[in-house]
Structures are given as structure tokens and as C-alpha cells.
């Protein structure tokens, strides 16, 4: 089993900045993906950023390229999201997942763990 808990959510103004964190824990050894989705109120769940544990393949939405960095801490327990340059546009329930894959565009993948859940608020 394994279990995700994410944290680093917060209120920020247009043009801030904030970093996500998602802390693993359990028997992780098996995790092929790991990737960060996000849902507004009365919205779809979208993706946002996903990377491949062994190759570090990463892909990210389209919405938030050039603004949103996706990676790992060295001893592979904690995934991280920074974002930056954020618009009101991005405030949204940001959770992490984990599992075997994902598509590259982020709208299929079999990820079987999936966190509480982080709220991110920009106002304008």
C-alpha cells in the first residue's frame, strides 16, 4: 500500500509563486508514475504534470507550461510541483497520484494512489 499526503497550498495574488509537496510512504518501490491533477468547483478533474520514475519522462499540460515544474527530491519520497507566474485560472483542488502509467497528454493513465488533496486559491 501506499500513501500520499500533499501539502504547500495557500492564497496568492497574480504572479506569485507556490510549491506543492507530496510525501510518500508505504511499499513505494513499484510506482512507475507519479503526476499531479487538479479540480476547480464544477469542473472536470484536468492533469497537470506528470513524471516517469525510472526515466524521467516528464509532460505537462499545455495550460501550464513554462510556469509549472514537476520533479523529486533525492531519495525519491517526495514529489514536488513548483509553480510560478500563477493566475486566477489556476486555483483549484491540486492532488497527487501514483502508479504504472499515464498518456502524454494526461487524460488516461492507471494511477492507483491518490492524495487528500492541496487547495490553491490566486486572486487577481
Known amino acids: 500500500q501506499v500513501q500520499l499526503v500533499e501539502s504547500g497550498g495557500g492564497s496568492v495574488q497574480a504572479g506569485g509563486s507556490l510549491r506543492l509537496s507530496c510525501v510518500a510512504s508505504?511499499?513505494?518501490?513499484?510506482?512507475?508514475?507519479m503526476a499531479w491533477f487538479r479540480q476547480a468547483p464544477g469542473t472536470e478533474r484536468v492533469g497537470v504534470a506528470a513524471?516517469?520514475?525510472?526515466?524521467?519522462?516528464?509532460w505537462y499540460a499545455d495550460s501550464v507550461k513554462a510556469r509549472f515544474t514537476i520533479s523529486r527530491d533525492n531519495a525519491k519520497n517526495t514529489l514536488y510541483l513548483q509553480m510560478n507566474s500563477l493566475q486566477p485560472e489556476d486555483t483549484a483542488t491540486y492532488y497527487c497520484?501514483?502508479?504504472?502509467?499515464?498518456?502524454?497528454?494526461?487524460?488516461?493513465?492507471?494511477?492507483?494512489?491518490w492524495g487528500q488533496g492541496t487547495q490553491v486559491t490566486v486572486s487577481s
Open positions: 497520484a501514483a502508479g504504472k502509467w499515464i498518456t502524454h497528454d494526461l487524460r488516461q493513465y492507471q494511477l492507483d494512489y
Open positions: 508505504g511499499y513505494t518501490d513499484n510506482i512507475g508514475a
Open positions: 513524471i516517469y520514475i525510472g526515466s524521467g519522462t516528464i
